[in-house]
């Protein structure tokens, strides 16, 4: 069976709202998992932007930057430790962000990574530019993006949307995980873009196949069968009328052969949905939850 474990998170911040929205939701994480934090902050060398981000930080050189950088990580670090009992180490880089979030998380072997999303105000526009997505697509562990409308930290009732994809299935250990230590409910979705009978049978009993798994590993859920063209309309509309609080998915899910554009799923999920989404990369081989 692939394990998933939570001892290392790393949080990239750049003291936008939704960033700090994202230590919120990672020192919580950590709290639950006994996790450590590693808090990293990229200086790129449009330095000067960060004073229309952080006008209380009004800063005059690079090196002036990194200095102010590194103490309000500090600060950070230690209302993290007050509040939640979690230590963090502190990075301050200098390069590109996607290059050095990518190079920290292998150093440091992190279990996840934490992120703001659409964050409007970053002054590399790190949160809502190309940089997310690709650490959603690229990363080696599971991403989880949080927008500024995610102020619930815990999560009681996840959504698992499943397909009929070779992958869709790796993530429900993530989601076993995640529910026994937050005490949560999965709701499972199968998502079909299909209304052939015999297919559709075949389906539910993959699904059902899921759910008797969950259920033995005593956890509540419930299962249901969403037909349509757009399956990320049909996830985010799930997601808002059971009263999702996070949503599992794969970022290969639009790339299977059966031609759907899986990739444009995972990223209409991840820039549209206002709950935190866990996006996680396909293993090659590993196609089921089970050993």
């Known amino acids: 069976m692939h394990s998933f474990k939570i001892e290392k998170i790393l949080v990239p911040i750049d003291f936008s709202e939704t960033s700090m929205l994202a230590i ?13 934090l590693i808090l990293i902050h990229v ?3 449009h330095w000067e932007k960060f004073n229309i981000v952080v006008p209380e930080m009004r800063i005059n050189a690079p090196d002036n930057l990194i200095n102010a950088v590194e103490k309000r990580l500090e600060g950070i670090a230690a209302n993290i430790l007050t509040t939640y009992g979690v230590k963090s180490i502190c990075i301050t880089s200098n390069g590109t962000i996607f290059n050095e979030i990518i190079s920290v998380s292998k150093e440091y ?13 970053g002054f590399v526009e790190f949160f809502m530019g190309s940089n997310a997505y690709k650490i959603v697509t690229t990363a080696g562990c599971p991403v989880l993006s949080v927008q ?10 996840i959504l698992l949307p499943i397909d ?23 709701h499972i979705v199968g998502l079909a873009d299909f209304d052939d009978e015999t297919e559709l049978h075949k ?7 899921i759910e008797d798994y969950v259920k033995k590993c005593d956890l509540d859920c419930t299962k249901e069968t969403l037909i349509g063209k757009n399956q ?35 990223q209409q999920i ?18 089921s939850w089970t050993a």
């Open 232 to 266: 990320a309309t049909l996830t985010l509309d799930y997601a808002q009328s059971s009263g999702a609080d996070l949503i599992i998915i794969m970022t290969d899910q639009d790339e299977n052969i059966t031609g759907r554009l899986m990739g444009s799923y995972a």
């Open 148 to 157: 500024v409308h995610a102020k619930k930290l815990a999560f009681k009732n």
């Open 203 to 209: 389906f539910e009993i993959k699904l059902e196949q």
């Open 270 to 287: 991840v820039n549209h949905s206002k709950i935190p989404v866990l996006s996680i990369r396909p293993i090659v081989g590993f196609s």
């Open 109 to 121: 072997n992190i279990d996840l990574i934490i992120m703001g999303t659409h964050g409007t105000s």
């Open 43 to 45: 200086v790129e060398k």
């Open 164 to 186: 009929d994809s070779t992958h869709s299935r790796q993530k429900v250990n993530h989601a076993i995980v995640l529910a026994k230590h937050f005490s949560a409910k999965l």
């Open 24 to 36: 919120e939701h990672a020192a919580y994480t950590a709290q639950v998992f006994k996790a450590e």
